[in-house]
């Protein structure tokens, strides 16, 4: 059974740092391509990010280059979220979702982290 | 960056009714185009993947359509548990980008 657990969500001020991490089990996952998305309360979803198998090739959305960073540890069967920077509008549910295959398609997700930025 | 717009924004609809989401891309993107649901509290699912093939353990009364610019999703024979806010997203290239979702409810 495919699972992805998140951790390292919290409360942080405007301008602070997080780590967010997601355990992959259920599945060979230096297979896939990995991904973060997030949903601000009672908003939509949006894509953050996504990260290669070999964690060579990355790609983010516009509002978060240059503070957040994607990285993998396929030893350990990882896919971790630095934020840095914090803001107000970064304050959302974090989700890790695995892409299929060849695809950009999210079929497995976490249950996902809370970050809230607020001082 | 390409553009997803939903309609309508919400819907409400009885058992057993058939009702149809529609999404536009701002610009042609083949048939990259996924459907998830998101019921209250729980986290999203992927019912429909390049815009009309059926995720495995999604009931078939969802079905999806289109190609380029506009696509649809078809729920037939609504249930209960069908009450959500559905997505559309785009695959055809990075950003990556969703649409800002139709709920449905379940009169």
């Known amino acids: 059974e495919v699972q992805l657990v998140e951790s390292g969500g919290g409360l942080v001020q405007p301008g602070g740092s997080l780590r967010l991490s997601c355990a992959a089990s259920?599945?060979?996952?230096?297979?896939?391509?990995m991904s973060w998305v997030r949903q601000a309360p009672g908003k939509g979803l949006e894509w953050v990010a996504n990260?290669?198998?070999?964690?060579?090739?990355?790609y983010y959305v516009d509002s978060v280059k240059g503070r957040f960073t994607i990285t993998r540890d396929n030893a350990k069967n990882s896919v971790y979220l630095q934020m840095d920077g914090l803001r107000a509008e970064d304050t959302a549910v974090y989700y890790c979702a695995r892409v299929t295959v060849g695809t950009d398609y999210f079929d497995y997700w976490g249950q996902g982290t809370l970050v809230t930025v607020s001082s | 960056d390409i553009q997803m717009t939903q309609s309508p924004s919400s819907v409400s609809a009885s058992v057993g009714d058939r009702v149809t989401i529609t999404c536009r891309a701002s610009?042609?993107?083949?048939?990259?185009l996924a459907w998830y649901q998101q019921r209250p509290g729980q986290v999203p699912n992927l019912l429909i993947y390049a815009a009309s093939n059926l995720q495995s353990g999604v009931p078939s009364r969802f079905s999806g359509s289109g190609s380029g610019t506009d696509f649809t999703l078809t729920i037939s024979g609504l249930q209960p548990e069908d009450s959500a806010t559905y997505y559309c997203q785009q695959a055809k290239g990075f950003p990556i980008t969703f649409g800002r979702g139709t709920r449905l409810e379940i009169k």
């Open positions: 610009q042609g993107i083949s048939s990259w």
């Open positions: 990260i290669q198998q070999g964690g060579g090739e990355k």
């Open positions: 259920g599945f060979i996952f230096n297979n896939y391509w």
